[in-house]
């Protein structure tokens, strides 16, 4: 960031120190995002969006290995409304291949009932399984 501008800089809030625009006399701070101020009014509708664990891991992803599609996105606006999206498909298909592994290697109440040790230890290699192949094949492609 390079401005000749002078900033006070509080919990990564710029506010400016010469009130130049109505936007700034209105009392509008601005953010560091990248190499950029970018108003908080712009920020703050974004932010109020959950883009839970998925969405967050792809985010830093194409932060810091696919910077255009990372501009692209963030300059069209669909940065975070694409990230959620991610973030509710890759659970989708979590939930969806949990069950379906379950079936496979025979995964049932009963043997919860029968050997709980033996159910728990199953579940977290099907969980662990599944979540590095969303990892692999959606998150870090």
Not at 22 to 48: H, M, R
Request: glycine share 4%; proline share 2%; hydrophobic share 35%.
């Amino acid at each position: 960031m390079e401005t000749g501008k002078k900033y006070y800089l509080e919990d990564e809030i710029y506010t400016p120190l010469e009130k130049e625009s109505l936007f700034e006399k209105d009392g509008g701070t601005y953010s560091l995002v990248g190499d950029f101020l970018i108003p908080n009014e712009f920020l703050e509708e974004e932010q109020q969006i959950d883009i839970g664990k998925w969405g967050r891991m792809r985010l830093e992803y194409i932060k810091s290995n696919k910077k255009a599609l990372y501009s692209a996105l963030f300059l069209d606006g669909n940065l975070i409304p694409k990230m959620a999206e991610f973030n509710k498909s890759c659970e989708e298909i979590e939930e969806t291949m949990i069950e379906q592994l379950k079936k496979k290697r025979e995964i049932t109440e009963h043997l919860k009932k029968k050997d709980q040790m033996l159910w728990v230890q199953e579940m977290n290699n099907i969980k662990d399984t599944v979540e590095e192949i969303i990892r692999d094949e959606m998150v870090y492609r």
